[in-house]
Nanobody
Framework: QVQLVESGGGLATAGDSLTLSCAATGRAFSYYGMAWFRQAPGRERGFVAGITPNGSNSEYHDSVKGRFTITRDNSKNTVYLQMNNLNPGDTAIYYC????????????????WGQGTQVIVSS
């Protein structure tokens, strides 16, 4: 099973940018679609973005469309989430997960998660 480790979270001010990384172990990474989810305090874990195995297609939750970009580098076994124009509503723990398929947006459809990285955005 692919193991996932997120990094790149931290403190930001509204309007700032951050880039999250999710590094995967194992040679099977390039076969998996990858997704980013986030969970704010007191809220359920929700879909942020997903990318197909070869990186040719991606999708986003409406709340981040135009601000966040998901990419991947299969040679580095890593998926990224570039987050621009952050706002306090983006404050959450961000998780990556394997198994993304187009349209698959429920956390219940994913079984393999990283430990998460915290993002805090102040106004």
């Amino acid at each position: 099973q692919v193991q996932l480790v997120e990094s790149g979270g931290g403190l930001a001010t509204a309007g700032d940018s951050l880039t999250l990384s999710c590094a995967a172990t194992g040679r099977a990474f390039s076969y998996y679609g990858m997704a980013w989810f986030r969970q704010a305090p007191g809220r359920e874990r929700g879909f942020v973005a997903g990318i197909t195995p070869n990186g040719s297609n991606s999708e986003y939750h409406d709340s981040v469309k135009g601000r966040f970009t998901i990419t991947r580098d299969n040679s580095k076994n890593t998926v990224y989430l570039q987050m621009n124009n952050l706002n306090p509503g983006d404050t959450a723990i961000y998780y990556c997960a394997t198994g993304y398929l187009p349209g698959l947006r429920s956390r219940h459809d994913y079984a393999n998660w990283g430990q998460g990285t915290q993002v805090i955005v102040s106004s």
